[in-house]
């Protein structure tokens, strides 16, 4: 599904999201800052979006590698790095359940908009906390679920009803934008996954609603 949407991706998300993913993105990449020689694993890397923010924001001697298990992702990655002449980028072919790299081989771990889409979640979780240095931190970016009922109604409407039809206008993937709200309505709210993130190891866990919680960002240190 993720080859499917790829080549609309970016497009579609910003205008889904009213613009705000931009902004979700921007805070996460805050908390995630390199300072020089430090990396990053980027995981469900996807277009880079943030994997690029992220570089833009750090020390110029940081890096980021993403992993994807979309191929079609991870070469739209790959060629955004070319493009801009981005060395400090790498994309590999890997899934978040079987992360091929040594414990404790990242300063940073970020996903963005990945995690609820993990084939099984506490894996891909503790897999995460596995490849994270001590004194390292993970962010993760992810929609959630808007805790107050009446802002849940609203949203509910226009993510299960009205964004497969605008995303079908737009020429996208329908099938795709009906996914997104069954794998939201699917995932954990937000103390739910600081919970999973708490059993697969991580300490000081912590999150921020995000617009009335329709995204949250957590952080998990190691
Ligand atoms: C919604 S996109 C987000 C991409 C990017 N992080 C961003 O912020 O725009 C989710 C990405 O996660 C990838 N993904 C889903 N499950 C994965 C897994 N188990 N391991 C690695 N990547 C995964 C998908 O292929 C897709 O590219």
């Known amino acids: ?21 931009a902004g979700w993105r921007r805070r996460a990449i805050a908390l995630a800052r390199l300072g020089p020689r430090e990396v990053a694993l980027d995981v469900g890397v996807g ?13 110029p001697s940081a890096r980021v590698i993403g992993v994807d298990v979309s191929p079609l992702m991870l070469e739209a990655a790959r060629r955004r790095a070319e493009e801009q002449g981005e060395p400090r980028f790498a994309g590999m072919l890997a899934t978040a359940d079987a992360l091929p790299f040594a414990d404790g081989a990242f300063e940073r771990i970020v996903a963005g908009f990945a995690v609820r889409n993990f084939g099984d979640l506490a894996v891909g979780l503790r897999e995460m906390r596995r490849v994270l240095r001590a004194g390292g931190r993970a962010v993760i970016l992810e929609l959630s679920t808007p805790p107050n009922p009446v802002v849940g109604v609203a949203y509910r409407l226009y993510f299960h009803r009205l964004s497969p039809l605008i995303a079908a206008t737009l020429g996208g993937d329908a099938a795709a934008y009906r996914y997104l709200p069954r794998s939201v309505a699917a995932f954990p709210n937000a103390e739910g996954l600081a919970a999973h993130m708490r059993d697969a190891g991580f300490a000081r866990v912590r999150y921020e609603r995000l617009n009335l919680g329709i995204a949250a960002i957590h952080v998990g240190e190691a």
């Open 1 to 21: 599904m993720f080859d499917r949407v790829a080549p609309r991706y970016d497009a579609l998300n910003r205008i889904l999201s009213g613009g705000r993913d």
């Open 47 to 59: 277009t880079g979006d943030l994997a690029f923010g992220l570089l833009d924001a750090s020390d």
